[in-house]
C-alpha cells in the first residue's frame, strides 16, 4: 500500500517558521504532484499548496502566498512546506497528499493517496 508520511509539525510562536517534510514509502513521488491541505477544527479540508511532479511548476491559497513555499527532492522521494511568518490562523492538521492528474491543483477530489497528517500550532 502507497503510503506518504509527514513531518516537522509542532508548536511555534506567531511569527515564527516551521518546515514540514512528506516523505513516501513503496513507490516515487516523482511521478505525482504533491499537494498540501491543512485542517481546523470545525472546518473543511483546505489547499495549501502543491507542486508538479519535476517541481517545475507551484500553485498556492491566497492565505499563505508570499509566506509558505513548497518545494521537492526527487531524489529523496521527499517534499517540503516551508511556512514563515507563521500566524494563529495556521493551526491546523498539515496533509500531504500525491495525485496523478496532468496538472497539480488544490481541490481535494483531485489527489489519491494521503498522509495521516501533522499538527501546526501557532500560539504565544
Known amino acids: 500500500q502507497l503510503q506518504l508520511v509527514e513531518s516537522g509539525g509542532g508548536l511555534v510562536q506567531p511569527g515564527g517558521s516551521l518546515r514540514l517534510s512528506c516523505a513516501a514509502s513503496r513507490f516515487t513521488l516523482g511521478y505525482y504532484n504533491i499537494g498540501w491541505f491543512r485542517q481546523a477544527p470545525g472546518k473543511e479540508r483546505e489547499g495549501v499548496s502543491c507542486?508538479?511532479?519535476?517541481?517545475?511548476?507551484?500553485n498556492y491559497a491566497d492565505s499563505v502566498k508570499g509566506r509558505f513555499t513548497v518545494s521537492r527532492d526527487n531524489a529523496k522521494n521527499t517534499v517540503y512546506l516551508q511556512m514563515n511568518s507563521l500566524k494563529p490562523e495556521d493551526t491546523a492538521v498539515y496533509y500531504c497528499?500525491?495525485?496523478?492528474?496532468?496538472?497539480?491543483?488544490?481541490?481535494?477530489?483531485?489527489?489519491?493517496?494521503w498522509g495521516q497528517g501533522t499538527q501546526v500550532t501557532v500560539s504565544s
Open positions: 507542486i508538479s511532479r519535476i517541481g517545475d511548476s507551484t
Open positions: 497528499a500525491a495525485g496523478s492528474k496532468f496538472y497539480c491543483s488544490l481541490v481535494v477530489p483531485t489527489y489519491d493517496y
